[in-house]
T-cell receptor, first 117, second 111 residues
């Protein structure tokens, strides 16, 4: 399978614990995105990387959230001192290098569902 | 914040009928995309329409874009039970950067 892979698919944790999610993008995709989605809502942008550089971060990404993409391959999203409001689906997507205005679809993984008790 | 607003929020139709959903957005865009999401799964890209295009077709899908009204519509013809899903529009303001998604339309196709 050469799609976007996310692990773990489900995570249940207690409030105050740290959690880390991993995303493995499609191999030739240089851009990687993290989104958060709560029940019944659309995905909300968190951050994105071009290669290893983090180019944009949303205001939603508080100090408790950190994302990395060492070596421009896989990425991790860590949430420290989790709160119940962090419960959501965390979606990763990747995108190939820009090739013009008619391109630009995102390829999503299946998501990592976080439940904070 | 979410750039797009979908209308209606939910839609229930019989198999074989057409489903139409609309998306409005606020700022100028480079392109607009539609995605489908089955319950508990990731999003799947359906179709992309550039800002200089007015209509595009892909199989049973028809997308229109009216940049003067900042709106788009997605039509699914001859719907099937397998089309039951949430549909999201997403805008790309500057090609190559982030996509901003709307709140989605939840479509139920009854057999």
């Amino acid at each position: 399978d050469t799609g976007v892979s996310q692990n773990p698919r489900h995570k249940i944790t207690k409030r105050g614990q740290n959690v880390t999610f991993r995303c493995d993008p499609i191999s030739e995709h240089n851009r990687l995105y993290w989104y958060r989605q709560t029940l019944g809502q659309g995905p909300e942008f968190l951050t994105y990387f071009q290669n290893e550089a983090q180019l944009e971060k949303s205001r939603l990404l508080s100090d408790r959230f950190s994302a990395e993409r060492p070596k421009g391959s896989f990425s991790t999203l860590e949430i420290q001192r989790t709160e119940q409001g962090d419960s959501a689906m965390y979606l990763c997507a990747s995108r190939p290098p820009f090739r013009g205005a008619g391109t630009g679809e995102l390829f999503f993984g299946e998501g990592s569902r976080l439940t904070v008790l | 914040s979410q750039q797009g607003e979908e209308d209606p929020q939910a839609l229930s139709i019989q198999e074989g009928e057409n489903a139409t959903m609309n998306c409005s957005y606020k700022t100028s865009i480079n392109n607009l995309q539609w995605y489908r999401q089955n319950s508990g799964r990731g999003l799947v890209h359906l179709i992309l329409i550039r800002s200089n295009e007015r209509e595009k077709h892909s199989g049973r899908l028809r997308v229109t874009l009216d940049t003067s009204k900042k709106s788009s519509s997605l039509l699914i013809t001859a719907s099937r039970a397998a089309d039951t899903a949430s549909y999201f529009c997403a805008t790309d303001k500057a090609a190559g950067n982030k996509l901003t998604f709307g709140g989605g339309t939840r479509v139920l196709v009854k057999p």
